[in-house]
């Protein structure tokens, strides 16, 4: 029986996901003519930051350090901090809600449900190790940026030649993709198919950390247990596969506030995105309004920071097109040497 989904978040996956794909196209029509020495006629669209989190976790660093916003990659780090506060208020809702991945991973469990009638569940003593993978992952991340690297160091890549044009080197890897890119994507996408969010449970470093981050969360899903009847439709609606039906409060680092759960409970309030206070019992958000306050946090920080001036990139026009047309220069193959000793231009 497919699970029932709030009309409202399906909506704003939708828009976000074309958000995203209208950002990809317009990055495409700016990047390939200057690539070709032409100037092209549309601009930059700073939000293709966001798919530069790396770049983004440096600029969290730079800004606790220094207290300046990384004059590069703003929008990246705008963006960075809108995923971050929605999913440490409402725990982990950046999956469910904004992350054009997650809609995808929902689409092919959907489509591998109508194929063969059910999702496939790893045994326990598998899925629980692959599921540290994405924490191995982030942990990798964390010590390369917050430890390994000194203020120095994350100054200098920030200002580096590589990481000016770090976005267009992300376009070319899609654009241009090696055979084993193609097999890995392959892999993932077929695997989504028979293995509900197979990228997203076991390998996204990002989800691991808005997981770690919703651990936090003041608004978490919970269950009045007075009430419930015990008929297990939160559990078999879970797309994190939890035992909703036995949570008294939904804290898992797997859950993304996705409120399938909360959708098909047919007792009304038995399952609620609510504070966690004994008073938070008689207060809980409906579906919609839960979803409302998660993404609306979001975009109160993106749009803050538009409103504040750090969305655009200090870059000229003139410099992107020099850089671009020297791209395959050693000054812009790695992150190490020349490419982190050129003066920083930006501040």
């Known amino acids: 029986m497919p699970v029932k989904v709030l009309k409202l978040r399906r909506s704003i996956q939708w828009v976000m996901a074309a958000v995203a794909v209208l950002i990809g196209i317009q ?41 300046v ?16 506060l929605m999913s440490l208020v409402v725990a982990k809702s950046f999956c469910s809600h904004v992350c054009p991945v997650g809609l995808v991973s929902e689409l092919l469990g959907q489509l591998g449900v109508r ?33 390994a690297m000194d203020p120095r160091a994350v100054e200098a890549f920030l200002a580096s030649p590589y990481a000016k044009i770090v976005d267009a080197k992300m376009w070319l890897f899609f654009a241009e993709p090696t055979r084993l890119t193609i097999a890995v994507l392959g892999v993932l996408v077929v695997g ?10 076991y390998l996204c470093p990002y989800g691991a950390l808005v997981g770690v981050l919703g651990r936090f969360a003041p608004l ?62 008689r207060f809980w958000l409906r579906p919609a309004t839960a979803t409302l306050v ?27 097109h020099r850089r671009l047309q020297e791209m395959d220069s ?10 982190m000793t050129e003066e920083p231009t930006r501040r």
């Not at 070709?36 to 600029?59: C, K, N």
């Not at 991340?141 to 917050?146: E, H, L, N, T, Y």
């Not at 050693?330 to 490419?339: D, E, F, I, R, S």
Request: glycine content about 8%.
């Open 330 to 339: 050693p000054l812009y193959t790695h992150v190490g040497g020349t490419a």
């Open 115 to 147: 194929l063969t009638g059910r999702t496939l569940t790893p045994p326990k003593w598998l899925d629980i190790p692959l599921r540290g993978l994405k924490f191995l992952l982030l942990g990798f991340f964390v010590w390369a940026i917050w430890f």
């Open 220 to 281: 978490k899903i919970t269950r009045d247990a007075d009430i419930c009847t015990d008929c297990q439709s939160c559990t078999k609606a879970c797309p994190a596969r939890l035992p909703v039906h036995t949570m008294n409060r939904v804290a898992s680092i797997e859950c993304t506030s996705c409120q399938d759960c909360v959708v098909a409970c047919p007792v009304q309030s038995c399952l609620a995105v609510r504070p966690p206070t004994k008073a938070g019992r």
């Open 294 to 320: 998660a993404v609306g946090l979001y975009l109160v920080v993106v749009f803050g920071f538009r409103a504040a001036g750090y969305w655009h990139t200090d870059i000229t026009e003139q410099e992107y």
């Open 69 to 84: 916003v990384d004059a590069i990659h703003p929008a990246g780090l705008a963006i960075f901090l809108g995923i971050c």
């Open 192 to 201: 989504s198919v028979f293995v509900r969010d197979l990228w997203c449970r």
């Open 27 to 67: 990055f495409s029509l700016w990047v390939i003519p200057h690539l070709d020495g032409r100037w092209p006629e549309f601009s930059r669209p700073p939000g293709v930051e966001a798919f530069l989190p790396i770049d983004a976790m440096l600029g969290l660093r730079y800004l606790l350090l220094e207290g």
